[in-house]
């Protein structure tokens, strides 16, 4: 009861309610499963989906669950019954805090090479404001021979380069020819590169990154170029 009225309260006093779901989470025995890793909270002003929602002010917490799988992690082939197991804790989740809160909320999966790879995409969202006006400032001063793609990309994505990218030929379920690159270190998805299309086709969080520092004018062209030079590749187009 002394649980109950404590949120009763905040619910009450406070607007933002993402601590009071991390209190929550942090409260549960859920998770313990030796594949968890950890979880985000992506406030409803935050999420960058918002424009599937037709009401913008029901939109959900987004609560994203991590869990070691992946073909370079020691979760592979993720088997039927791994599935069956995060689905179960991600319900047993959503049943603990909807049983505590009318908060309105929404979950989902990911998965990382391992809980390290977590560790540091957390770290690199959390500490990202340090880092936007180190960039900011280093682009308006001298970059000793860099583009700004490049600055960006070295300061925030430093695995997104032809030495340290995870690349690998793959099938679309269309039979078409895709080539991925990924972060070897988490596990995170950069961008796919559409062979026959020569269509490039980045992470929407990336692409989003890359938007509020390049000139708007060029930005296409910008990453085009720094794209084929770096891979060696014929991209002519860019989606997300």
């Known amino acids: 009861m002394k649980l109950q009225e404590s949120i009763r309260r905040i619910l009450r006093e406070d607007k933002d309610y993402t601590k009071l779901l991390k209190s929550i989470i942090d409260s549960s025995d859920v998770f313990d499963y030796k594949y968890f890793c950890g979880y985000d909270i992506i406030h ?97 001063e001298e970059t000793q021979g860099e583009t700004p793609v490049e600055v960006i990309l070295n300061a925030l994505y430093p ?26 270190e988490t596990g995170y998805p950069f961008c796919s590169y559409w062979i026959a299309f020569r269509e490039l086709t980045l992470e929407y969080e990336l692409y989003e990154t890359l938007e509020k520092y390049l000139n708007q004018d060029t930005f296409d062209n910008d990453l085009l170029n720094w794209f084929n030079s770096e891979f060696n590749k014929d991209a002519e187009f860019i989606s997300f």
């Open 44 to 140: 409803p002003n935050e999420r960058t989906d918002q424009y599937y929602f037709l009401n913008n002010h029901k939109i959900p917490f987004l609560i994203k669950v991590y869990f070691v799988g992946g073909p370079n992690s020691e979760v592979w082939p993720r088997t039927q019954a791994i599935r069956n197991k995060e689905l179960d804790l991600m319900g047993d989740l959503r049943e603990y805090i909807t049983s505590l809160t009318p908060i309105n909320i929404e979950m989902m999966s990911s998965h990382v090479n391992s809980c390290d790879g977590y560790k540091k995409l957390m770290k690199r969202k959390y500490t990202t404001d340090d880092l936007q006006e180190s960039i900011k400032r280093i682009l308006r």
């Open 159 to 184: 695995n997104f380069n032809k030495e340290n990218a995870s690349i690998k030929y793959v099938k679309s379920r269309f039979n078409r020819d895709v080539i991925t690159y990924d972060d070897p």
